[in-house]
């Protein structure tokens, strides 16, 4: 008797480890495929972007000689050119974020000047209603036509410093004297005004290191102490295509790098100075590390798209608003995706963009 009840025993436990085996086997291939799921997932059907980038208009107030509207087809480097005629509408705003209501942030950018785009305003103050934060970017000659509204409108400013003399902006932008005297005003306005009455409001100023003429970064950053701009991001060159990446600076440049990280040290307890993203020399040792195709809608005027924030603009051929259900999961965006995954065929010029570094 027992050892007949050893013996079923012995069944039922050789029977319950087959079943375990099964069981761990049928696990481990759900996993897997969970897994594999979850990665596709990643590439291909992703969530609702958490930025919206909008290229609010082409038009501008300058005409700053180094900006890509000034650049003729036939320049070197010009691949990444950008020329649209349109400005970009409120109700396409509204259609946006109803198709995409993860969208937590929207930011007013674009080749041209934002504050020219007569639904700019409104834009803005959607955007808050619904609960998301906004951001604008601006050359800020034209913010004295908008104030008292800056700070209920925006929760950052960010301030392009094409000119810190009325002679430099004129010889940058063409503009005359009087923009400069202008600007001023509006910068003075804004940080002491607009500030006061909407002290979340967070202002920023924005410089491109530049390697013929590094000392103008310190001159930036005395200018914004003097102002009372507490912050200012430098920036790396960024190329209008692969010719000029020669400007941008190399993490094997030590001579600009010991002259950045005097300005940091001289600067800390004065300003918040945000020293730019060194390009790697070595291509092997970039890390393909952006995200923006995982998080950010760009659309301008037309429609067109693009997942970058940076380099590369939006074009008929990544997709348009206007003609697709669900640009954010169309073919443009899946094999970006997989391109940034896999770590090939990425664009050439992104190697000089510090979101790949």
Known sequence: MGEKTHGNCYLVIHHYDKLMVKATKAISEFLINSANLIKYRNDVARNDPENLSVFTTNRCNLSCFYCSRNVSDDSTGSSNRYDDKSDFKNQDLTMILQ??????????????????????????????????????????????????????????????LHGLTAKELTDVSGAPETTFRQFMDNVENLVKEEKEKFPELKIRASVVYLKENRERVIQAAEFCIKHGITEIDVQNYLPIGVDEGKNCVFDDEKDHILFMKKISNEYRKKLNVNMPVLIKRNVNRIKWGCQSFYRTL????????????????????????????????????????????????????????????
């Open 99 to 160: 198709k995409y209501p993860g969208i937590q942030h929207v930011s007013f950018v674009g080749i041209g000047e934002p504050f020219l785009n007569k639904d700019l305003l409104k834009m803005a103050e959607q955007v808050k209603k619904s609960g998301r934060t906004t951001s604008v970017i601006t050359n800020g000659t034209l913010l004295h036509n908008f104030r008292g509204k800056i700070g209920s409108h925006f929760d950052y400013i960010s301030i392009s």
């Open 298 to 357: 760009r659309v301008d005027g037309l429609g067109q798209i693009s997942g970058c924030t940076r380099i590369l603009p939006p074009s008929p051929k990544n997709g348009n608003i206007h003609k697709e259900m669900d640009v954010w999961n169309n073919e443009y965006y899946k094999d970006m995706r997989r391109k940034f995954r896999t770590k090939k065929d990425i664009p050439e010029t992104c190697r000089f963009c510090p979101d790949a570094q």
